[in-house]
Nanobody
Framework: QVQLVESGGGLVQPGGSLRLSCVGSRGLFGVNAMGWYRQATGKQREFVANITTGDNTNYADSVKGRFTISTDGAKNAVSLQMNSLKPEDTAVYYC???????????WGQGTQVTVSS
């Protein structure tokens, strides 16, 4: 069973930074991509960023230039460096792993990010 464990959320003032981390608890194999999604209260879950096996990165327009995704060489862990945070970045952030030929999606438990003064 794939388990993704997240850490790094919290409360930060506008303009501040946070770094989220996610690691596969038992090692991950056959990873196509790892990434982050977020869900604000009363809204649907939305894509934030991902990184593929070829180290290609993709970002939502709303976070381009502010967020940076990175992974370890084995694609067993993924991090999201979030800079210049805005109140509209407030959400629960979920780690995602796309694994195998069938592209199964696995999710972490979520970590709260709150941007407020």
């Amino acid at each position: 069973q794939v388990q993704l464990v997240e850490s790094g959320g919290g409360l930060v003032q506008p303009g501040g930074s946070l770094r989220l981390s996610c690691v596969g608890s038992r090692g991950l194999f056959g990873v196509n991509a790892m990434g982050w999604y977020r869900q604000a209260t009363g809204k649907q879950r939305e894509f934030v960023a991902n990184i593929t096996t070829g180290d290609n990165t993709n970002y939502a327009d709303s976070v381009k230039g502010r967020f940076t995704i990175s992974t370890d060489g084995a694609k067993n862990a993924v991090s999201l460096q979030m800079n210049s945070l805005k109140p509209e970045d407030t959400a629960v952030y979920y780690c995602n792993a796309d694994i195998g030929k069938a592209h199964f999606n696995y999710w972490g438990q979520g970590t709260q990010v709150t941007v407020s003064s």
